[in-house]
């Protein structure tokens, strides 16, 4: 059996839909499947039960994530919390906003609750930068433990901070290797 994820997100300007991707290509654009949860169709519900890992992803919007996204979040439970059709799967979360602060916690709180609530098992991050290795500056930048937080870039050119998509991409290869000794499932 292959390694699979699901990162299923709602993205309003292009930002989380951008970490989704740095996400993927640290797990393996091969194994990863990304789901705007504003489209969701059949074929996406039978990869989201039948994936190894599911991460999920929202901006912040007013100190929560985005309605667009809960949305989705109701729709899943509604058929898979009573059985739990999500159970022990590997979970994780990002969001994005514009402050370094910006209430991201709320945001991936709320997601890690939502995980729990399904019987989930949440991944947060490992990845440690400066302060505490200056030559790892700019990873993890936002001190985040509890799942991936970016701050959107003032260059809006680029819409991410290079350091938050260096940050996604280790987040991405973390939930890859917790999802195979969680699965008991060979390295590639």
Known sequence: MSLSICIPYFSGAGHTAQLAHEIAKGFGHDRARLIDVTRVHDDDWYALDTCHAIVFGSPTYMGSTAAQFNAFLETAAADRWP????????????TVANHPSGDKLIALQRIQTYAAQMGMIWVGQTSVGAPVFPEKEGLNSDGSWIGLMATSS??????????????????????????????NLPSD
């Open 83 to 94: 059985e739990p059709g999500w159970a022990d799967k590997i979970a994780a979360g990002f």
């Open 154 to 183: 003032r260059d809006k050119t680029e819409m991410l901070r290079p350091q938050d998509r260096q940050t996604a991409n280790a987040f991405g290869l973390r939930i890859a290797n917790a999802t195979r000794r969680w699965n």
